[in-house]
């Protein structure tokens, strides 16, 4: 049996203004350090042996990751669409910071951004999950109903609010 994958599903585009500028400045502090990584490499590689060498192995592999996130970022960015202006009504769109409660009577804030700049810890939600999916285009007091893996769960939308722009 191989090894083949079918492609993933292509993600949206979208993303904020903030968003980008972040991932633009990721993108050169990898520059940096590769460039740092490389010549530790280089020292590395001339201490002799490389099979059995750990601060060569170690590097290639670091370098490796590098590189494929250069990769990523350097294809990603071109074709990223930045939105810079939100609409200013009671309507669910991209940008938007959504409060809701759930089944169990728990209120949860969102923000709904592209897929480069998810953030559990600061509960930023791709515009692709299934939640997100769902809230699109919905006002405060709509009842939600979304399926997250095999759970179906409702959601009243409690308030909606757009953030200024960049």
Known sequence: ????????????????????????????????????????????????????????????????????????????LPVLKVIREFPDNEAIFFGASVEVRDDSGETHTYRIVGPDETDARTAAISIDSPLARALLKKRVNDEVRFEAGEKVTTVVVLSVRYEKSL
């Open 1 to 76: 049996m191989g090894r083949w994958r079918p492609p993933a599903p292509s993600s949206s585009p979208y993303i904020t203004s903030a968003g980008f500028l972040k991932l633009q400045k990721e993108l050169v502090d990898l520059w940096v350090r590769r460039r740092d990584v490389v010549t530790a490499l280089s020292a590395a590689a001339a201490e002799g042996d490389r099979s059995e060498n750990a601060e060569y192995i170690y590097r290639k592999k670091e370098l490796g990751g590098l590189d494929r996130r250069i990769r990523y970022l350097q294809k990603r």
